[in-house]
Structure formats: structure tokens, C-alpha cells
Nanobody, 122 residues
Framework: QVRLVESGGGVVQAGGSLRLSCAFSGRTFISYTMGWFRHPPGKEREFVGV????????YLAQSVKGRFTISRDNTENTVFLQMNGLKPDDTALYLCAARTTWSVGTSGYNFWGQGTQVTVSS
């Protein structure tokens, strides 16, 4: 069974940066496309970005494009979300997820982490 553990969240002032990590275990990491989602308080879960098994393809939501970068290290079985220029609207529980096929769709993820909280103060 796949296990995903996010880390790196915290409290940051607007304009600041954070780097989230998601550690993958239990299966072969390179078999999975990895996604990041976020769940803002009182709102529905939102798609943030996705990266293909080898990092060759990425796709980011329009709301974070130009500020966030998604990457992965297949030697460390870890996917990252670099967040720059953070805004109060970025405040959310950030979760990583794994799926076996490439897609920019928001459904089809088989495994989810518990999330790491990001709070951006104004």
C-alpha cells in the first residue's frame, strides 16, 4: 500500500516562500504521477499541480502558475512544491496524491496523504 507523508508547512507572511515535501513509500515511486491539492478553510478541495513519473511534464493551476513550482526526486522518492510569493488566499491544508496514469484531471488519484497546513498572514 502506498503511504504519503507531507511536511514543510507552517506560518509565513504574505510574499514569503515555503517548500513542501511529500515522501512516498510502499510501491515503486516512478510508477506514479504525483499531484498536489489544497483544501482552504470552508471551501472545496482545489487542484494545485501535477508532475509526471519522470518530471518531464508538469501542469499547474492558473491560480498558482508563475508562483509555485512542482518537482520530484526519484532517488529520494519525494515530490516537492516550491511556493513563492505566497498570498493569504493560499492558506490551506496541502495534500499530495498519487495516481498510476498521467492526467491533468482532478480525479483518478488512488492514494492521498494527510496534509500539511500552510497559513499565510497578511
Amino acid at each position: 500500500q502506498v503511504r504519503l507523508v507531507e511536511s514543510g508547512g507552517g506560518v509565513v507572511q504574505a510574499g514569503g516562500s515555503l517548500r513542501l515535501s511529500c515522501a512516498f513509500s510502499g510501491r515503486t515511486f516512478i510508477s506514479y504521477t504525483m499531484g498536489w491539492f489544497r483544501h482552504p478553510p470552508g471551501k472545496e478541495r482545489e487542484f494545485v499541480g501535477v508532475i509526471s513519473w519522470n518530471g518531464g511534464s508538469t501542469y499547474l493551476a492558473q491560480s498558482v502558475k508563475g508562483r509555485f513550482t512542482i518537482s520530484r526526486d526519484n532517488t529520494e522518492n519525494t515530490v516537492f512544491l516550491q511556493m513563492n510569493g505566497l498570498k493569504p488566499d493560499d492558506t490551506a491544508l496541502y495534500l499530495c496524491a498519487a495516481r498510476t496514469t498521467w492526467s491533468v484531471g482532478t480525479s483518478g488519484y488512488n492514494f492521498w496523504g494527510q496534509g500539511t497546513q500552510v497559513t499565510v498572514s497578511s
